[in-house]
């Protein structure tokens, strides 16, 4: 049997990848277009991982692209982990949303269909609850409003994958993830600051004024938590669950000071004047995770450790490239 990852040279998937590839035969399907062959390359000489450069959106492509997989291996599990990961992008430009998260989930279900895959495993978001204005998101929360296109795209992908669990998938497991920090970092802000401070040593534009504040887990312990609750067994065929650290997270402004220290010192900080540092983002977020506690599984890292090990980590990352 055979593991796809769907968008699995990104920064996500390809920490999975160490996981998966212990046991299984594993399909990764990628267009490239944020992610990158080098993140495979430490896998290069692993039989059981296959790349296939695919843009998922393609309906006919994709239902022929999972025909041929279950064709050479009978595909078990399907990991959606592709998506427009810039926000801001989106919210100028609608249809990548609607194309790299929207579409891709239409088509991979349906694709799933076609071979009677049963199993999906899907990256939804913190971004599908909108702005809560600071009170807990829950997985039992609603009305579901987002604020941004992205968020907005995760939550109609959630809706058809729930849709689909009634009709063919025996699971359908959604996953909805604050900020994730770790290498190999794509986008996000601390990757967006380290690369202005290394073009300007000595001062340093944030995006917002600093007091934005939100959970941010280490892909470590995502990816802990998504493979705990796959084998979990007491989820419903058709489950959320909220992943995040256990804390109120922590502000820009902290994080742009750990980048400060870590790389250019002594650099000068110019914050904006906004609470909200683009469209689309939400100035005080705090998840409830009671649900995920529940089952037994905890983070290892708070918020501001995760922050710390992905200040260091992305900025040797970054100056390896
Ligand atoms: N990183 C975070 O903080 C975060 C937070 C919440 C949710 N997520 C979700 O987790 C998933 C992984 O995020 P990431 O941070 O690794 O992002 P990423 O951009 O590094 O990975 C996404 C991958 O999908 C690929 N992709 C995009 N559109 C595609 C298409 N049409 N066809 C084929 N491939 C396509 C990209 O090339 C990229 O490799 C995404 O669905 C994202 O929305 C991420």
């Known amino acids: 049997v055979s593991i796809v990852i769907c968008g699995g040279a990104g920064f996500i998937a390809v920490n999975l990848l160490d996981e998966f590839l212990q046991d299984n035969q594993v399909f990764v399907l990628d267009n490239l277009s944020r992610g990158s062959l080098v993140y495979l390359n430490k896998y290069a000489d692993n039989p059981n991982l296959k790349f296939i450069e695919h843009e998922l959106s393609d309906l006919d492509q994709t239902a022929k692209v999972f025909g041929e997989i279950n064709d050479i291996s009978s595909i078990s599990e399907v990991w959606h982990m592709a998506a427009n990961s810039d926000i801001l992008a989106g919210v100028e430009s609608p249809e990548i949303d609607l194309r ?64 689909a669990t009634e009709s063919f ?75 995040g650290p256990v804390d109120d997270g922590v502000r820009v402004s902290t994080i742009a000071e750990t980048v400060v220290n870590r790389v250019s010192p002594g650099a000068k900080i110019n914050y904006g004047t906004s609470d909200r540092g683009w469209v689309g983002d939400v100035p005080k977020f705090s998840y409830s995770l009671d649900k995920l506690l529940a089952t037994g599984w905890k983070p290892k890292l708070s918020s501001l450790e995760a922050v710390k090990l992905a200040v260091d980590e992305i900025s040797v990352q970054l100056a390896e490239f």
């Open 100 to 163: 790299d998260t929207f579409l891709t989930t239409h088509c991979i279900l349906l694709a799933m269909k076609n071979v009677g895959a049963k199993k999906f495993y899907f990256a939804s978001s913190s971004a599908i609850y909108g702005d809560m204005e600071g009170k807990p998101a829950s997985e039992s929360s609603g009305p579901l409003l987002p604020i941004s296109n992205y968020g907005a795209m995760k939550l109609a992908s959630e809706g058809l994958i729930s849709a």
């Open 169 to 243: 998938l025996d699971i359908g497991l959604m996953y909805r993830f604050p900020n994730v920090v770790g290498v190999p970092a794509t986008h996000g802000v601390i990757f967006d600051l380290i690369r202005k401070l290394k073009n300007n040593q000595s001062e340093l534009e944030v995006l917002g004024d600093g007091t934005q504040q939100k959970s941010y887990l280490h892909v470590s312990d995502l990816v802990g938590a998504m493979l705990y609750l796959r084998d979990y067994g007491k989820v419903n065929s058709r489950d959320v669950f909220n992943i």
